[in-house]
T-cell receptor, first 113, second 112 residues
Framework: ETGVTQTPRHLVMGMTNKKSLKCEQH?????MYWYKQSAKKPLELMFV???????ENNSVPSRFSPECPNSSHLFLHLHTLQPEDSALYLC????????????FGDGTRLSIL | GQQVMQIPQYQHVQEGEDFTTYCNSS?????IQWYKQRPGGHPVFLIQ?????EVKKQKRLTFQFGEAKKNSSLHITATQTTDVGTYFC????????????FGQGTILTVHP
């Protein structure tokens, strides 16, 4: 059982739709992350938040917009996505944004039509 | 930028055989972490290595960090079907917040 919960688990959307992915962590951690996992590629870090402030933006296209309203919740707002954005999107948290182990959620499997 | 290369990409073994995956970084690392992702699951943290030349064991799993802190390995003795999954190494340079760089992963299949 994971202390990081992601919803929805699966999402199918058209390129013109707007949707949001949600992540909630119940571990009392101060850092949260979004990763993209595509087939045959390493995990790609997208965003890092520490105490609700974005501390890392890994050259992610603006069609992905993160939001961190508090240290327990993280959103990824999606709009005008492309077919190549189809992937597993993983949320993770850690005690702080240094070298601490990261705890991952089950991910949202996103398919862009 | 920093790169972490992991080999092999795939490994098929018979149950009872040993398995090793190797991780190499283009830069010196502050630490290295290992994760396991079961099919259909999410990455789960296994261990972190910090010191040069460090060796840690978890039951049948042995983790090593190279003397130069640029490479690492995970060795599984006498594999079991429960070992199936993808094993990732992830390195941290200590210069960027939370910026773990993951290797591509080694997909392990164990045949009973």
């Amino acid at each position: 059982e994971t202390g990081v919960t992601q919803t929805p688990r699966h999402l199918v959307m058209g390129m013109t739709n707007k949707k949001s992915l949600k992540c909630e962590q119940h571990l009392g951690h101060n850092a949260m992350y979004w990763y993209k996992q595509s087939a045959k590629k390493p995990l790609e870090l997208m965003f890092v938040y520490s105490l609700e402030e974005r501390v890392e933006n890994n050259s992610v296209p603006s069609r992905f917009s993160p939001e961190c309203p508090n240290s327990s919740h993280l959103f990824l707002h999606l709009h005008t996505l492309q077919p190549e954005d189809s992937a597993l999107y993983l949320c993770a948290s850690s005690q702080d944004p240094s070298n601490q182990p990261q705890h991952f959620g089950d991910g949202t499997r996103l398919s862009i039509l | 930028g920093q790169q972490v290369m992991q080999i092999p990409q795939y490994q098929h073994v018979q149950e009872g055989e040993d398995f090793t995956t190797y991780c190499n970084s283009s830069t010196t690392l502050s630490n290295i972490q290992w994760y396991k992702q079961r099919p259909g699951g999410h990455p789960v943290f296994l261990i972190q290595l910090v010191k040069s030349g460090e060796v840690k064991k978890q039951k049948r799993l042995t983790f090593q960090f190279g003397e130069a802190k640029k490479n690492s390995s995970l060795h599984i003795t006498a594999t079991q079907t429960t070992d199936v999954g993808t094993y990732f190494c992830a390195g941290w340079r200590g210069t960027s917040y939370g910026k773990l760089t993951f290797g591509q992963g080694t997909i392990l299949t164990v045949h009973p």
